[in-house]
């Protein structure tokens, strides 16, 4: 069964401060990976996505940025933090097959509270 | 401007009762899907329903989808204190790797005891 795990679970940090959010999936090879943004009572605002290591599309420019160093793993990062970066960040894959109707598997989410 | 947008915005039910999201959508689409997020919870998917579809059942949970007039609703019977959540209709408009999936903003249900 693929599992899909994200960390932390929460931070707290500062205006500038940098942010790492992480995101690993088992159980599935070669997933397409993507990266969700939702504010609070907000809709899903999908950031990025990936389909193979090493290669990362931006779909919203937010100061954010995004890297998939492994097969199963899927990074979301920034050097400094900005107030609008509060909010849920989600973790999802999906399958890469051509005429897939595009189901998302979900983390938990990572929800980051800028001060 | 959204593609995909739920109403009513909220929603609030007694126990037992039956309720239903409805989504509206401005492109044509390969799929449309349901999905469900609790407090704190990554979304799940309900139901999967291909536009050569007009009907999906997951227990519970009765889907529509009406392509001429880019519509979908979502049924729920017997509703349940756990299916307190928002519900997102969500719409694919690309069977190419990236699977674009954009939602909507979702529609908040409350469910009483």
């Known amino acids: 069964a693929q599992t899909i795990h994200q960390w932390p679970v929460a931070e707290i940090k500062a205006v500038g401060s940098p942010l790492s959010l992480g995101c690993t999936i088992k159980?599935?090879?070669?997933?397409?990976l993507y990266w969700y943004w939702q504010a609070t009572g907000g809709t899903l605002q999908q950031l990025f996505y990936?389909?193979?290591?090493?290669?990362v599309e931006s779909v919203v420019q937010l100061n954010l940025s995004a890297s998939r160093p492994k097969d199963d793993q899927f990074i979301l990062s920034t050097e400094k933090l900005l107030l609008s970066h509060s909010g849920f960040y989600l973790c999802?894959?999906?399958?890469?097959?051509?005429?897939?109707?595009?189901?998302?598997?979900f983390g938990e989410g990572s929800k980051l509270t800028v001060l | 401007s959204q593609l995909a947008e739920e109403n009513p915005w909220a929603l609030s039910v007694h126990e037992g009762e039956s309720v239903t999201v409805n989504c509206s959508y401005k492109t044509s689409i390969t799929a449309l899907q349901w999905y469900r997020q609790k407090s704190g919870e990554g979304p799940a998917q309900l139901i999967l329903?291909?536009?050569?579809?007009r009907e999906k059942r997951n227990g519970r949970l009765r889907a529509t989808l009406d392509t001429s007039s880019q519509s979908s609703s979502l049924s729920i019977t017997a509703t349940r204190c756990e299916d307190t959540a928002v519900y997102f209709c969500a719409t694919v408009y690309s069977g190419g790797s990236n699977a674009k999936l954009t939602f909507g903003k979702g529609t908040k249900l409350s469910v009483k005891s």
């Open positions: 329903i291909r536009s050569n579809e």
């Open positions: 999802a894959w999906s399958l890469v097959d051509r005429g897939s109707t595009g189901q998302l598997y």
């Open positions: 990936s389909i193979t290591v090493g290669q």
């Open positions: 159980g599935k090879s070669s997933p397409n």
